[in-house]
T-cell receptor, first 114, second 113 residues
């Protein structure tokens, strides 16, 4: 079942602007990840944030996690045309033997215009 | 770098055919996964495997089976392909049982006529 819901479904910005995408989920999690997918290709892992972390940075990426609101956001700063892609959040549920199973959101399509 | 390869990028099959999608990873990962991706529905887990010859159903296993005879290879089988199985199929692997980061193959776009 799809746990994550992402907002907005589509985002169009100009190069140099910041892009913010949000993800909400329903159950308790161990961690939340963000992946990128270029058109017609596989997914690429971007960043992982654990349930006891509130913020994480990686290059131009900043991820926040609010477990009380069951939500996360991904901020891409100083966007580039090459950032054009779909972005997915994915969660690992807390408890049990998950074998690393992920539950994906439906994704945000980001278009960065040169 | 982890490399996950899938046997075909594009595949066209006819209704009722038996279809094999192959996935190979070269980093000795324990876990392997098969997803399908459809517009508006995101990625949905079909089957996964955490060890050789072990398999677990995902969220949408109906109409599919899998095989993992060797650690590096995970096959998805459509026993009798139907038009509603037209989709993008993505294979992924992760290092160990509780390792969460997954590495994806490039995908196979399957069209069933």
């Amino acid at each position: 079942s799809q746990q994550g819901e992402e907002d907005p479904q589509a985002l169009s910005i100009q190069e140099g602007e910041n892009a913010t995408m949000n993800c909400s989920y329903k159950t308790s999690i161990n961690n939340l990840q963000w992946y990128r997918q270029n058109s017609g290709r596989g997914l690429v892992h971007l960043i992982l944030i654990r349930s006891n972390e509130r913020e994480k940075h990686s290059g131009r990426l900043r991820v926040t996690l609010d477990t009380s609101k069951k939500s996360s956001s991904l901020l891409i700063t100083a966007s580039r045309a090459a950032d054009t892609a779909s972005y997915f959040c994915a969660t690992t549920n807390a408890g049990g033997t998950s074998y690393g199973k992920l539950t994906f959101g439906q994704g945000t399509i980001l278009t960065v215009h040169p | 770098d982890v490399k996950v390869t899938q046997s075909s990028r594009y595949l066209v099959k006819r209704t009722g055919e038996k279809v094999f999608l192959e996935c190979v990873q070269d980093m000795d990962h324990e876990n392997m996964f098969w997803y399908r991706q459809d517009p508006g529905l995101g990625l949905r887990l079909i089957y996964f495997s955490y060890d050789v010859k072990m398999k677990e159903k995902g969220d949408i296993p109906e109409g599919y089976s899998v095989s993992r005879e060797k650690k590096e290879r995970f096959s998805l089988i459509l026993e009798s392909a139907s038009t509603n199985q037209t989709s993008m199929y993505l294979c992924a692997s992760s290092l160990a049982r509780r390792e969460e980061t997954q590495y994806f193959g490039p995908g196979t776009r399957l069209l069933v006529l």
